[in-house]
């Protein structure tokens, strides 16, 4: 302890500078939002204005309330691209650095036996700081957990964007809220100060046992300050694969996830994700539909066109296309879903259709919203949060791919199915695809869902009734 303590001193400086770092790049990110709404700058020309501001100004209020003044115009914008690929090198390095400490500490710190034959723990946190689709991916983990350990207490450390998720898991006895800088994309990030308050509230819990499947600096110091006896380390095993000495032994995340618990021994049967519907839940969702006029004589389809980043979108015109031949073809009435940033996405597409349709996005909260998906028929959508919520409820899905992976980032059940027609295309983190109208998301065409809708038979033949 006494070791750790010490070597914890510098860890802490380096952590309260990729802490700065990580603040940054929220407040980039949030500020070219708001620029995009103002001024008729691109994504990558407001990018180098908010920098230089924030370099000429380092504190935030500072360089917003300079913001606020549009005292920014006349300035020169070149080098844009060169920013642009230094943010996703940065990054790269910051998310490199953090698996490789992780890694350090787990071998260093955390490299003694399993638990002692029959001796289980009695309190378990598991943390996952990640966006909501990744923390639906990880919902097995408690599961597992749940069921090697009946009599064990289980928390879960998540943001406040996932917390509803993992506080509707029936597994789950405590859900603490961390807003990670790495990770927070909308609000505040936790400060140091209330970190260090989470620290003291984490050792007066005295945890048996640490699962770490997504982490970030901070925790790392946790983790060296021993928070619990024990730790599972999902990024030892990311760093131990790059480096050939283990697999793991699935592609996607949901395997990757579970192989954390399997290399300590633990049992990983149950493979499907959970967000559970309380039948007061799908009351509401009833008198809910009610008031909109559904017809539950008719298929009830849920649309997602939007996503927090838009290489992730489909076209808004076969959005339109494809929803106007639901409606002719199936007898479906269409109610598109998500949030209130994406009501303009949603109107331009209802502005394209012939038929009418409904929009609920951005009046519903996210567990309304699993009650309302968990009553269609169906769920057409882009790569994001609401894809896999309606996975989690057990909706037929269809998930159109692009930038995304989804032998790794896929919607989890049996009656799931993904679209990707350009498998070749390169990662890209970026806000604009490099190859513009001709990206990967342009490539799926309206007969590819159409035909995967009918090979999977998940509503009746043409003018039939469900």
Not at 62 to 88: A, Q
Not at 404 to 423: A, L, S, Y
């Amino acid at each position: 302890m006494k070791l750790a303590g010490i070597l914890c001193y510098p860890w802490l400086n380096v952590q309260i500078l990729f802490d700065k770092i990580g603040r940054s790049v929220h407040f980039l990110n949030t500020s070219v939002h708001k620029m995009n709404t103002r001024s008729g700058f691109s994504n990558d020309q407001n990018r180098i204005l908010v920098w230089i501001r924030f370099l000429i100004c380092p504190d935030i209020q500072d360089s917003r309330r300079h913001f606020r003044r549009n005292w920014y115009s006349g300035i020169p914008l070149t080098n844009s691209r060169k920013l642009t690929k230094l943010k996703k090198m940065f990054q790269n390095i910051s998310e490199t650095l953090n698996l490789i400490a992780s890694a350090l500490v787990q071998w260093l710190f955390y490299s003694k036996r399993w638990f002692p034959k029959g001796v289980a723990p009695k309190r378990i946190l598991v943390v996952k700081l990640d966006h909501l689709g990744d923390v639906l991916l990880a919902t097995p983990v408690f599961s597992n957990l749940r069921q090697a350990y009946p009599d064990a207490e289980l928390h879960a450390l998540t943001g406040a964007w996932s917390r509803v998720v993992l506080e509707r898991h029936p597994d789950v006895n405590k859900v603490l809220e961390y807003n990670s800088p790495v990770f927070c994309r909308t609000g505040s990030p936790t400060s140091l100060r209330e970190t260090f308050q989470l620290y003291r509230q984490l050792r007066h819990q005295r945890y048996d046992l640490l699962v770490a499947l997504r982490s970030d600096w901070r925790i790392i110091c946790f983790s060296l300050l021993r928070v619990a006896p024990k730790r599972l380390d999902r990024a030892t095993l990311q760093v131990a694969n790059k480096l050939g000495f283990a697999r793991f032994t699935g592609t996607h995340e949901t395997a990757r996830n579970l192989d954390v618990l399997h290399k300590a021994g633990i049992p990983t049967s149950i493979q499907t994700t959970t967000f559970s519907v309380a039948a007061a839940d799908e009351k509401w969702a009833s008198d809910f539909l009610k008031t909109l006029q559904i017809d539950r004589e008719r298929p009830l389809i849920a649309i997602h066109p939007g996503s927090p980043i838009p290489t992730k979108r489909w076209m808004l015109d076969r959005y339109a296309e494809l929803t106007d031949w639901l409606i002719a073809r199936k007898r479906a009435q269409i109610l598109f879903v998500g949030v209130e940033d994406e009501m303009p996405i949603i109107t331009e597409i209802q502005r394209l259709m012939q038929a009418e349709s409904i929009n609920v996005a951005g009046k519903t909260t996210l567990t309304q919203l699993a009650s309302i998906l968990h009553t269609c028929n169906m769920f057409i959508g882009n790569d994001s949060g609401p894809m896999h919520l309606a996975a989690a409820v057990g909706t037929p899905t269809i998930g159109l791919y692009g930038p995304g992976d989804p032998t790794r980032f896929g919607p989890v059940g049996t009656m799931c199915q993904t679209i990707r027609r350009k498998t070749d295309c390169p990662p890209c983190r970026g806000t604009t695809c490099r190859f513009g109208a001709d990206g990967c998301m342009s490539k799926i065409r309206v007969a590819d869902v159409i035909q995967t809708l009918e090979d999977a038979a998940y509503l009746p033949s043409e003018n039939g009734k469900i």
